[in-house]
């Protein structure tokens, strides 16, 4: 027995681990690799290497906590010192940048020489001509101002033609720093808008601790990026330093002198700024360890919780088994029966609460609360829907026109007498219908109350419970048959004359007060042909409890008055 419980609990194990183990292999299945943005070919933007920059607005938008967005900050702060150093020396190198001697790029060159020599002069023609007060000046300065826009509209252009084909790296920076400060303000308004994630149900805080481990991962990716440039740049600056050492050469001229000097005072400036780049790189290496601290330190914190979730959990379960153990020792002396009914309803109680608290753990209360009462509400309405047209029937079956214990009603093609009106369901006790005897068969009939919203049932109008009855007499062959009918007639008429005069009163009553019109509750007697000669039908009315009694009460006087001495011989 022991054995054959242990087998579902290795199967569940069984497909929790290989769950786990898929999980673990597809961790990675939703992170997109990041890949460097790279500018055209020949762009000279595409020098300045920004990548450290991008890097750091990647991670501060993954930072929640007030100590992590310090962290990011900083990263910010040093990276974009980093570029700016970059962008400064691309600058210096753009500035002593000349064009190739032949070739598009020459030509584009010298046309934008002498266009701006050519504005100069018209500009320096413009100042002339304005400080002379005559009219004739004042006509061709404005004509001068005409040309001088054109030029300056011509050399806007051919400036733009330049720089597409790769001569101007100095306005190409210009337009790379302007789109950097651009996407600075981005990351800045996406440090504002982090928060942390919630971690108050177990589904959470494995979901937290799980992002948490991405997120120090990709964080010591980072550290590794920052500190394999600085690395990068530190050989850089070794192999510019050894360059520079050279010095100028010993045997020449003036003019090679100094611009070996100037040559010296670019690498210097470059080595410096190289220095305050490697500083920069080392210190944001530093600050991507710490932020890693600080993800440690919060996957600590929440794998406490998430523990501390797993121990509610086994405490629920434990408990729930400690009272099943419980449940079943109680009943375990009594019946068979009871153990079935009663031990089975607690141990189902105790595992609907037990799964209760479980998900409670799990998920949390629900956060859209009415949405879930009103779903609730409808399942149980379309669940409970017969119970509820019947208990709203049973409103009608006790109102002006329903019925009443002791009618005797016919409901769904089944007659009898009411016995129970209750609030779901209505008892009859069944007899024969209307043509028929009506004695009782003895079984109870029970209707849901849903009959009277839906379907229709008989009931009698007035309290007496009045209804038509008839019989037939068979007459002999000789004899007068109108005479005899007409004193059956009269000795009917005289027996049921009270009731028909009760009958009467009630009917017009109820004529009053629904506008019917009134009829006559006076029996009446026909004659029909037969097989065997002619047979008298009579119809009378009688209360419908007390049907068979008047029938046999009229066989009876009709017998008798049929034997009588003068009388013709009859059969009934």
């Known amino acids: 027995m022991k054995r054959r419980n242990t087998v579902p609990a290795a199967i569940l194990a069984a497909l929790l681990l290989a769950c786990l183990i898929a999980v673990y292999v597809t961790r990675e299945s939703g992170k997109a690799v990041g890949v460097p943005q790279k500018g055209p070919t020949g762009d000279p933007a595409a020098s300045v290497d920004s990548q450290l920059l991008a890097t750091a607005n990647q991670m501060a938008a993954l930072a929640e906590t007030a ?43 010298e046309r934008v020489d002498r266009m701006k020599f050519q504005i100069a002069v018209e500009q320096s023609r413009i100042a002339e001509l304005a400080k002379q007060p005559s009219s004739n000046a004042a006509t061709q300065l404005d004509v001068a101002k005409a040309q001088l826009a054109l030029d300056q509209d011509d050399l806007e252009d051919a400036q733009q033609d330049l720089a597409r084909q790769g001569g101007d790296p100095h306005s190409a920076l210009e337009r790379a720093m302007k789109d950097r400060e651009a996407a600075g303000h981005e990351s800045a308004q996406a440090l504002k808008g982090s928060s942390p994630r919630p971690t108050a149900t177990l589904f959470e805080q494995t979901r937290a601790w799980f992002s948490l481990g991405s997120l120090d991962q990709e964080i010591l990716a980072a550290q590794k990026e920052a500190a394999d440039k600085a690395k990068s740049l530190s050989d850089r600056h070794n192999q510019l330093e050894r360059q520079s050492d050279s010095g100028t050469q010993a045997g020449a001229n003036t003019a090679d002198q100094i611009a070996g000097l100037r040559r010296l005072s670019e690498q210097r400036k470059t080595l410096a700024e190289l220095d305050q780049r490697i500083q920069d790189c080392q210190q944001l290496a530093g600050v991507y360890q710490g932020w890693s601290g600080l993800i440690e330190a919060r996957r600590r914190a929440v794998l406490h919780w998430l523990l501390g979730s797993l121990a509610e959990i086994l405490a629920i379960l434990l408990a729930a088994m400690l009272a099943i153990i419980a449940i079943r020792r109680l009943f375990h002396k009594e019946t068979r029966k009871r153990l079935h009914q009663a031990q089975l309803m ?15 753990v799990l998920f949390g209360p629900p956060n859209q609360l009415s949405t879930i009462i009103g779903l609730a509400t409808a399942g149980l309405t379309v669940v409970l829907r017969d119970f509820i047209v019947a208990f709203f029937g049973w409103f009608t079956l006790i109102g002006k026109n329903g019925i009443r214990v002791g009618d005797w009603v016919e409901i769904n093609g089944v007659s009898g007498e009411v016995i129970q009106l209750g609030v779901l369901k209505t008892v009859l006790l069944e007899s024969g219908n209307w043509t028929e005897t009506g004695h009782p068969t003895g079984r109870q009939v029970t209707f849901s109350n849903s009959f009277a919203m839906e379907g229709h049932y008989f009931n009698f109008s007035t309290a007496g419970q009045w209804l038509w009855d008839e019989l037939e007499v068979a007459l002999p062959a000789g004899g007068d048959p109108y005479g005899m009918a007409e004193e059956i007639r009269k000795l009917v008429e005289r027996e049921t004359d009270p009731d028909a005069a009760q009958a009467t009163e009630d009917w017009e009553r109820v004529t009053k007060r629904y506008g019917a019109r009134s009829f006559s509750a006076k029996p009446s007697v026909s004659l029909r042909p037969t097989g065997s000669g002619l047979s008298v039908v009579v119809r009378y009315i009688t209360r419908a409890p007390q049907r068979n009694a008047m029938k046999s009460k009229l066989f009876q006087v009709i017998v008798d008055l049929m034997h009588k001495p003068s009388g013709t011989e009859a059969r009934a």
């Open 67 to 109: 100590d992590e967005q310090n962290a990011a900050r900083e990263a910010l702060r040093l990276t974009d010192h980093e570029v700016d150093q970059n962008f400064a020396t691309a600058l210096r190198q753009a500035a002593a940048y000349r064009p190739p001697a032949t070739g598009p790029l020459h030509d584009l060159s």
């Open 346 to 360: 607690a141990i189902v109680a105790v595992q609907i609460v037990a799964l209760g608290l479980i998900l409670l």
